[in-house]
């Protein structure tokens, strides 16, 4: 009984201990039970009592510790195991009984050193769970400094776009803003941002708490900015009878594979191919296609389209083809969005899609003006 103890313990250390570090230190895209579990049920208990609460400020207050949660019930999670696994270990090399060998390891795990080992191969037991205790805060420590790192550079970027896109962001607000500052024909098509929408899909992945680190500012969310950028981009691609810039299509091909990588942690497994099909629509200026579900209507489109000329940007020649291609596009990246801001209950931003539970719509302060003086 106690060799298969010894046995079990073993086996059950190593696995406690190759876990964490593939979760913690490896940066591979892997599926991670211990960390998605306790990320989706933080998530669930966190999001219940969402309807009790009486506006969007304080349940993004309240949103704000998940991620914080999770990551401390991890730590607990990876902890409690080793010292379950160790007690298995000094049960097999003791005569303890159980309820001594699990008080033995939790002070060895801990470092407390509590408990003087009674036999020399628990003696030696005893310091591998020391040395694993430190192993385990450490990498921890690590793992914090990453994330914090990879949240610094997510929200860098994202504090510039509001100075264009307005918090909360919105894909037509960045084109009146430019425009209005001359910034030229291709304000945002730039390698830069194409930069950050692939740092964004990585990290997300390598780490999946990431995506539930919330923003400094209540008005501003990482999915919703991609989102407003992706629209503005797809707007400036569409309206025009030109062929678009390379690193146009480059963006909103890449916004679309990261949403869609985010909101399938599966597909992050894959190997990723070039979306073709869209790049083929976005090259194409004559290219018009049915539509799939663009997340908004015909009558929204109109109305951000009246906007943009109010502020002296030229009108389509076409309507109906410009929203027609506007439509096809936005249905690659759109509906993946608007259910990663769903799940996430990111601000309520214009073409951001519903939010459960319900919650009206948060305009940018400039838009929220002219949008609403439009007939």
């Known amino acids: 009984m106690r060799n298969a103890c010894l046995v079990i313990g073993i086996v059950l250390t190593a696995s ?29 208990a966190v999001r219940a009592p969402l309807s009790l609460m009486r506006n969007y400020t304080f349940q993004d207050r309240w949103l704000s510790g998940a991620a914080g949660l999770a990551l401390l019930l991890q730590l607990v999670i990876y902890v409690v195991l080793l010292i379950f696994s160790m007690a298995l270990i000094i049960l097999g090399t003791s005569p303890l009984t159980f309820g001594d060998s699990l008080y033995q390891a939790g002070a060895t795990v801990t470092t407390l050193g509590i408990v003087q080992p009674v036999t020399n ?11 694993l ?21 997510r929200e860098s970027p994202m504090t510039r776009l ?30 830069s941002w194409i930069s950050w929408t692939c740092d964004l899909r990585v990290n997300s992945l ?22 407003a ?14 062929k678009p810039d390379a690193q146009c299509i480059m963006l909103v091909t890449e916004g679309t ?9 599966r597909k992050g497994l894959e190997p990723v191919t070039c979306n073709w099909e869209l790049e083929r629509i976005l090259l194409d200026p004559d290219s018009v296609a049915d539509p799939g579900d663009p997340g908004i209507t015909r009558e929204e489109w109109d109305h951000a389209i009246e906007y943009l000329i109010s502020a002296g940007l030229p009108a389509p020649k076409d309507r109906d083809r410009a929203w027609q291609r506007f439509a096809t596009v936005r249905s690659f990246y759109a509906p993946v969005a608007q259910q990663i801001a769903c799940t996430m209950h990111a601000i309520p931003a214009p073409w951001s899609g519903p939010r459960t539970p319900p919650l009206a719509i948060q305009w940018p302060d400039m838009a929220q003006t002219e949008v609403q003086r439009l007939p």
């Open 16 to 44: 406690v201990v190759f876990t964490m570090v593939q979760s913690m230190l490896i940066p591979r895209v892997r599926r991670r039970p211990i960390s998605r579990i306790v990320l989706t049920v933080v998530a669930l």
């Open 121 to 131: 191969a628990s003696t030696v037991a005893c310091f591998i769970g020391a040395f």
């Open 133 to 153: 205790g430190l192993v385990v805060i450490a990498v921890f420590i690590g793992y914090l400094m990453a994330i914090y790192g990879a949240y610094t550079d």
């Open 162 to 191: 509001s100075l264009l896109a307005g918090e909360p962001a919105w894909g037509p607000q960045i084109l009146v803003r430019s425009h209005a500052l001359g910034l030229g024909s291709n304000p945002i098509g730039n390698e």
């Open 206 to 227: 390598v780490n999946p708490v990431l995506e539930w680190f919330r923003s400094t500012s209540p008005n501003r969310h990482w999915c919703v900015s991609l989102l």
């Open 229 to 242: 950028l992706l629209d503005a981009t797809a707007l400036q691609i569409t309206l025009s009878n030109q």
């Open 257 to 265: 594979l990261a949403l869609n990588a985010i909101g399938n942690p």
